[in-house]
Structure formats: C-alpha cells, structure tokens
C-alpha cells in the first residue's frame, strides 16, 4: 500500500531513471488440461504479456525452499498469434488479467510501481542480488523487515485475509479494471 507520488518523489530523488511511464499491461495465464500447474500450488505458471512495448512469454517456477522464482523470458512478435499457438498444441487459458505498471532503474535494480484490480499499489523491486535489492529498499525508504516476496498473490493476501496458499488471483477468469469486486475476492474479506 505505497502512495505512487511519494514513490516517484523518492525514486527522483534518488537518481532513479523512468524507463517507461504508467501504462496498461494484460496478461493471459495458461496451464495444462489436467490442470497440472494449478495443482502444483501456483508455483509452475506460463505467461503471455502485452507489456505496452513489448509482447513476452515467460515460465516461471518457484524455487523449493526460497522466497525467489526462477524465470525463464522472451520476446515474441503477436501476442493473439502466440495464444493461438499455445491453444493450438493443448493449453488452456485460465485467467486474463490487467494491470498497470511504470518502470524505473536504479543503478543494476528495476522498481517498478504496479496497480492491480481490487488492490492498493504496490513497487516490486528486482535485481542481480538480494544485496542489490537490499541497497534500493534502503535508498527507497523502505524497511526491509516489512518486505513481502512472492507474486502478485501476496498483494491480494494481505488485502484479502481468507485468501489460503492455495488461492490465488489466477482462479478469477477475468481480472479487470473498472469492474465490480468478484464474489471470489468477496468471500475472502475480513
């Protein structure tokens, strides 16, 4: 729950450049048939993205034991094309998602500020190192002791208190702005 405007004031001050302005992004999740990432506990997961600049898909998996994901990324020309192609050999779409993100490097660190549906914004720092990671949570302000790892389910956890390690944003089939809170997120309120 971070005010953007403080954020960028904290990002400029520090020397920090912007790399791309706040723009929209979508995204489509895709798993197998037999629903086989969904069942390994959302720590395997395929994505298409419309970066604004930049189509990419990625597969990501979290490393057994470690707050961190292993990532594995790369450019591709069309985003429909590429979904075509994933359809076309088996997998299915399991949720289409939006969201909002500006960009920012710091020395070897990317910060980046993002807004999601139904949740307060937040900045995800990555970088080489977690000593470099370290360094720009400290420059930034930020308390390292508060830092929270993991996807953008981590974001929603904290907002939705009776979302379970196993539930996840992924399970809501469209993840929009500018629509109603869904029933999934409703029931898992305070």
């Known amino acids: 729950?971070?005010?953007?405007?403080?954020?960028?004031?904290?990002?400029?001050?520090?020397?920090?450049?912007l790399v791309h302005p706040m723009r929209l992004m979508r995204r489509e999740i895709f798993d197998h048939p037999d629903g086989r990432y969904k069942k390994a506990g959302h720590v395997e997961r395929l994505r298409i993205r419309d970066e604004g600049n930049a189509v990419t898909m990625t597969y990501k998996?979290?490393?057994?034991?470690?707050?961190?994901?292993d990532e594995v990324e790369t450019a591709i020309g069309s985003y429909e094309h590429t979904k075509q192609i994933l359809e076309a050999i088996g997998l299915k779409p399991q949720s289409y998602q939006e969201s909002k993100r500006e960009t920012w490097q710091?020395?070897?660190v990317e910060v980046v500020v993002d807004e999601w549906p139904w949740a307060k914004p937040y900045v995800e720092i990555e970088g080489p190192t977690e000593q470099a990671i370290q360094l720009a949570a400290k420059t930034l302000g930020f308390d390292w002791q508060k830092a929270k790892f993991g996807s953008v389910?981590?974001?929603?956890?904290?907002?939705?208190?009776?979302?379970?390690?196993a539930d996840s944003i992924g399970d809501i089939?469209?993840?929009?702005?500018?629509?109603?809170?869904?029933?999934?997120?409703?029931?898992?309120?305070?």
């Open 173 to 190: 089939a469209m993840v929009v702005f500018d629509t109603p809170l869904p029933q999934y997120l409703k029931d898992r309120q305070a």
């Open 153 to 165: 389910d981590t974001v929603y956890r904290a907002e939705y208190p009776k979302m379970s390690s």
């Open 1 to 17: 729950n971070v005010d953007v405007e403080q954020v960028r004031q904290q990002l400029q001050q520090a020397g920090a450049v």
């Open 106 to 108: 710091l020395s070897e």
């Open 61 to 69: 998996r979290k490393i057994a034991g470690s707050n961190y994901v």
